[in-house]
T-cell receptor, first 115, second 111 residues
Framework: DAGVIQSPRHEVTEMGQEVTLRCKPISGHNSLFWYRQTMMRGLELLIYFNNNVPIDDSGMPEDRFSAKMPNASFSTLKIQPSEPRDSAVYFC?????????????FGPGTRLTVL | DQQVKQNSPSLSVQEGRISILNCDYTNSMFDYFLWYKKYPAEGPTFLISISSIKDKNEDGRFTVFLNKSAKHLSLHIVPSQPGDSAVYFCAASADNNDMRFGAGTRLTVKP
């Protein structure tokens, strides 16, 4: 299994532009998670899905952030418009079982830089 | 608000010695705790976990201790190996909801 796949690995954009991060979870996993890692705040859970349904998006920082999971094998995290303070590494993770307690497998992350 | 705190940003130990990474939390509703290890340019990988009904969980060289009264947990690595050099994140969850992470501790194991 290829593990959790994220694209792009690196993204540099200018303030005000739309950014879309993509994630392919491990096949057969039922939960998908989006995290953000910054120096100031460490690793934060943004949103997670169970069986493609968003369960908890309380970690999404602002309305500029949105996430979708149209099917079991694909999810996107969109920032529109992007701002320099959104610069961070964004991780996607998946787990076999629903909820937060099952072992999560992380992707390699997308390093976002907003100029 | 930082509900999970790792107050030591870095730790350096000699190969073969014990590494002790500490984590404090403020939310008494947390009932499940996890440790993740992260290498540069990779995503975190799950290491070990403990439920609040236990005070110790051991897996090979890794042991997690939980002190609920002090709201403190620690990860012990014995013996430490150079390959253990990574950033370690402590995480906590309340009622299978709302995972919170500490800021991480960078462990360096010197040969």
């Amino acid at each position: 299994d290829a593990g959790v796949i994220q694209s792009p690995r690196h993204e540099v954009t200018e303030m005000g532009q739309e950014v879309t991060l993509r994630c392919k979870p491990i096949s057969g996993h039922n939960s998908l998670f989006w995290y953000r890692q910054t120096m100031m705040r460490g690793l934060e859970l943004l949103i997670y899905f169970n069986n493609n349904v968003p369960i908890d998006d309380s970690g999404m920082p602002e309305d500029r952030f949105s996430a979708k999971m149209p099917n079991a094998s694909f999810s996107t995290l969109k920032i529109q418009p992007s701002e320099p303070r959104d610069s961070a590494v964004y991780f996607c993770a998946s787990s076999l079982l629903a909820g937060l307690l099952d072992t999560q497998y992380f992707g390699p992350g997308t390093r976002l830089t907003v100029l | 608000d930082q509900q999970v705190k790792q107050n030591s940003p870095s730790l350096s130990v000699q190969e073969g010695r014990i590494s002790i990474l500490n984590c404090d939390y403020t939310n008494s509703m947390f009932d499940y705790f996890l440790w993740y290890k992260k290498y540069p340019a990779e995503g975190p990988t799950f290491l070990i976990s403990i439920s609040s009904i236990k005070d110790k969980n051991e897996d090979g060289r890794f042991t997690v201790f939980l002190n609920k009264s002090a709201k403190h947990l620690s990860l012990h690595i014995v013996p430490s190996q150079p390959g253990d050099s990574a950033v370690y994140f402590c995480a906590a969850s309340a009622d299978n909801n709302d995972m919170r992470f500490g800021a991480g501790t960078r462990l360096t194991v010197k040969p």
